[in-house]
């Protein structure tokens, strides 16, 4: 921490591989839950704030003060490509943490997505970006910029514990966070769950078939 800022940030965690993301980003967020216990969602209180959003990323957590996104900008120099941003606002509805310009910022840094325990804005031009954000709601209330907060230490989202190089997987049904250590028998077990279902599926056509005779 410099004598210029008042957050706090680590580095040199281990993030996992981007073959170990293109994995997760094949699957369900049910169905990775499936193969974790059903354990590790965070409340559905956090949601996509635009419809078809969907992200998969190594967690890069933050925390802020409720209403203050100064944590949230510092972060843009620790940003690296397959990151997705997990901010700890603590679900504040009265001042939105994002918004567009963060957002671009993000997207052009290699970001894959944001998850906000809080409140965003600018929902029709981060929706027009295509940028993944999910959120508690909207707000068209800025943040203030005062600090203090942290970055790359360990925060609370939605009620799940999310460590620097977590894998966190988003989509319309959810999230869930997929401790890195975890991350290779869960892919096994998960690649198992969706060849399951899939056969099911495949059962359910043909009953279709059978009743349509």
Same mark, same amino acid.
């Given at each position: 921490?410099?004598?210029?800022?008042?957050?706090?940030?680590? /580095?040199? #965690?281990?993030?996992?591989?981007?073959?170990?993301?293109?994995?997760?980003?094949?699957?369900?967020?049910?169905?990775?839950?499936?193969?974790?216990?059903?354990?590790?969602?965070?409340?559905?209180?956090?949601?996509?704030? #635009?419809?078809?959003?969907?992200?998969?990323?190594?967690?890069?957590?933050?925390? /802020?003060?409720?209403?203050?996104?100064? %944590?949230?900008?510092?972060?843009?120099?620790?940003?690296?490509?397959?990151?997705?941003?997990?901010?700890?606002?603590?679900?504040?509805?009265?001042?939105?943490?994002?918004?567009?310009?963060?957002?671009?910022?993000?997207?052009?840094?290699?970001? /894959?997505?944001?998850? !906000?325990?809080?409140?965003?804005?600018?929902?029709?031009?981060?929706?027009?970006?295509?940028?993944?954000?999910?959120?508690?709601?909207?707000?068209?209330?800025?943040?203030?910029?005062?600090?203090?907060? /942290?970055?790359?230490? %360990?925060?609370?989202?939605?009620? !799940?514990?999310?460590?620097?190089?977590?894998?966190? %997987? %988003?989509?319309?049904?959810?999230?869930?966070?997929?401790?890195?250590?975890?991350?290779?028998?869960?892919?096994?077990?998960?690649?198992?769950?969706?060849?399951?279902?899939?056969?099911?599926?495949?059962?359910?056509?043909?009953?279709?078939?059978?009743?349509?005779?």
């Amino acid at each position: 921490m410099s004598e210029s800022s008042n957050v706090r940030v680590h /580095t040199g #965690w281990q993030r996992p591989t981007a073959a170990v993301l293109k994995a997760f980003s094949g699957f369900q967020v049910a169905n990775i839950g499936d193969a974790m216990e059903r354990l590790g969602f965070t409340d559905g209180g956090i949601s996509g704030i #635009w419809s078809g959003a969907r992200a998969v990323g190594s967690a890069l957590p933050v925390l /802020t003060v409720a209403g203050d996104n100064r %944590a949230v900008i510092e972060a843009l120099d620790h940003i690296q490509p397959g990151d997705l941003l997990a901010i700890n606002a603590f679900g504040f509805s009265g001042r939105a943490i994002i918004g567009d310009n963060l957002a671009q910022r993000f997207d052009v840094l290699g970001a /894959t997505g944001a998850i !906000v325990d809080g409140y965003v804005r600018d929902k029709v031009i981060i929706e027009r970006l295509g940028f993944p954000v999910f959120a508690r709601g909207l707000t068209p209330a800025g943040p203030f910029k005062n600090g203090p907060g /942290t970055i790359g230490e %360990a925060v609370a989202i939605g009620g !799940v514990v999310v460590n620097p190089g977590d894998i966190i %997987a %988003a989509d319309e049904d959810g999230i869930i966070v997929v401790p890195l250590h975890r991350a290779d028998e869960v892919i096994v077990a998960v690649a198992e769950i969706e060849a399951l279902e899939a056969s099911k599926d495949a059962e359910v056509e043909q009953m279709k078939v059978h009743i349509v005779r």
